[in-house]
């Protein structure tokens, strides 16, 4: 079946570093998206990509989509305290209203 | 707006006995809900998808007997786990994907309920 590999598992930052993890699928996928969760909480969405290629901004994160739709990554730049937190990829190959498979996410600490 | 609830939010029983956890979508409707655990320090495990009207749809290794699905309406699905042992201990989370879309098929998760069985 589908698998959604991340990595790295673990990354521990000084404020003001760069992070990024990096998100690979073992088949081609309609979409990728991208959560985060806090410690103790639950998944928030952050973003969605669906374009071979695609790039979207969020302030200090940028999402890319591989242009063979089989990878992703998100990269934060100059890190703060408040981007602690576990960041989860997660894949559908179908288009609409399917499950997604999430990546083992990569959990950030950020020290200031 | 799209906020999921679940209830309850933590859970203790004791082995042998089954716990029922409600999933609301409180301010829109919900054909298709999902059902996730959760272990700690862990990614999420997709257990099942929750249709509105008919069977859930279980994963592999996912036993449909023993955890539950009904979804009831089109803001509710609920899952009951029969019979726990201390091993079924994990973070049950749902998730929602509300109707029409609008093409993005975001998932709106509920806070989670975390069953531990004594």
């Known amino acids: 079946g589908q698998q959604v590999m991340q990595i790295p598992q673990y990354q521990h930052v000084q404020e003001g570093e760069d992070f990024t993890t990096y998100c690979n699928s073992s088949?081609?996928?309609?979409?990728i998206q991208w959560y985060k969760q806090r410690p103790g909480g639950h998944p928030v969405f952050l973003i969605q990509?669906?374009?071979?290629?695609e790039v979207k901004k969020q302030k200090r994160l940028t999402f890319q989509f591989g242009e063979a739709k089989k990878n992703s990554s998100l990269h934060i730049t100059a890190t703060q305290t408040t981007d602690v937190g576990t960041y989860f990829c997660?894949?559908?190959?179908?288009?609409?209203?399917?499950?997604?498979?999430f990546g083992k996410g990569t959990s950030l600490l950020v020290t200031p | 707006g799209a906020v999921v609830s679940q209830h309850p939010s933590r859970v203790i029983c004791k082995s042998g006995t089954s716990v029922k956890i409600e999933c609301r979508s409180l301010d829109f409707q919900a054909t298709t809900m999902f059902w996730y655990r959760q272990f700690p320090k862990q990614s999420l495990m997709l257990m099942a998808t929750?249709?509105?009207?008919?069977?859930?749809?279980?994963e592999q290794g996912v036993e449909k007997d023993k955890f539950l699905i009904n979804h009831a309406s089109l803001t509710l699905s609920t899952l009951t786990v029969t019979s726990a042992h201390p091993e079924d201990s994990s973070f049950y989370i749902c998730s929602a994907i509300p109707i029409p879309s609008g093409g993005v098929d975001t998932q709106y998760f509920g806070p989670g309920t975390r069953l531990t069985v004594l």
């Open positions: 088949t081609t996928l309609s979409n």
């Open positions: 929750s249709n509105e009207g008919s069977k859930a749809t279980y």
């Open positions: 997660a894949g559908s190959r179908h288009n609409s209203g399917y499950a997604l498979n």
């Open positions: 990509l669906v374009k071979s290629g």
